[in-house]
T-cell receptor, first 108, second 115 residues
């Protein structure tokens, strides 16, 4: 089983749609979880940390299910500018472990 | 907003040559990292560095690689004898803490092309 697994997509959605991404991780001892956004040929940028109780930042909602070892990201009212690759990140002892990313394309 | 600065943005080198990639982490950060991303692939961990020593390194980080923090501000990655398969984007990152939900800040990367 891969350490961090994501559906690579692409997810093509119309503007205004709601879209959800899931990610699973293999190490049950993992403590910290994040969603990063990466635009083409750019660096990853922190979108949000993921807390056990779930957390929201504007149109973005992240959830963590420790029992099932998965993390989700929900984007509401998608904008053209949300088009990017969304990286699920699980923190090990001294490092991040990245998923392959899920590509999102928001269509006008 | 504070940022991690990497230079150069793009480096082309001949196979077998040595390269040094430079990074200036955010000034109050104590934990430093190098990652790489081969085109079309996922971001991969190379090495983490704290208190002037390596905390952890991956299998990719073999004897050809080394890191240094020579002067308290720069953090460098050296590849001694580059191979074609070292061509990738190299990202430096820093973090204020290694615990909790402190995210890493990544630099904009150095694109290394080995010919």
């Amino acid at each position: 089983r891969k350490e961090v697994e994501q559906d690579p997509g692409p997810f093509n959605v119309p503007e205004g749609a709601t879209v959800a991404f899931n990610c699973t991780y293999s190490n049950s001892a993992s403590q910290s979880f994040f969603w990063y956004r990466q635009d083409c040929r750019k660096e990853p940028k922190l979108l949000m940390s993921v807390y056990s109780s779930g957390n929201e930042d504007g149109r973005f909602t992240a959830q963590l299910n420790r029992a099932s070892q998965y993390i989700s990201l929900l984007i509401r009212d998608s904008k053209l500018s949300d088009s990017a690759t969304y990286l699920c990140v699980v923190k090990g002892t001294y490092k991040y472990i990245f998923g392959t990313g899920t590509r999102l394309k928001v269509l006008a | 907003e504070p940022e991690v600065t990497q230079t150069p943005s793009h480096q082309v080198t001949q196979m077998g040559q040595e390269v040094i990639l430079r990074c200036v982490p955010i000034s109050n950060h104590l934990y430093f990292y190098w990652y790489r991303q081969i085109l079309g692939q996922k971001v991969e961990f190379l090495v983490s560095f704290y208190n002037n020593e390596i905390s952890e390194k991956s299998e990719i980080f073999d004897d050809q690689f080394s890191v240094e923090r020579p002067d308290g501000s720069n953090f460098t990655l050296k590849i001694r004898s580059t191979k074609l398969e070292d061509s990738a984007m190299y990202f430096c990152a820093s973090s204020v803490s290694d615990r909790g939900n402190y995210g890493y800040t990544f630099g904009s990367g150095t694109r290394l092309t080995v010919v």
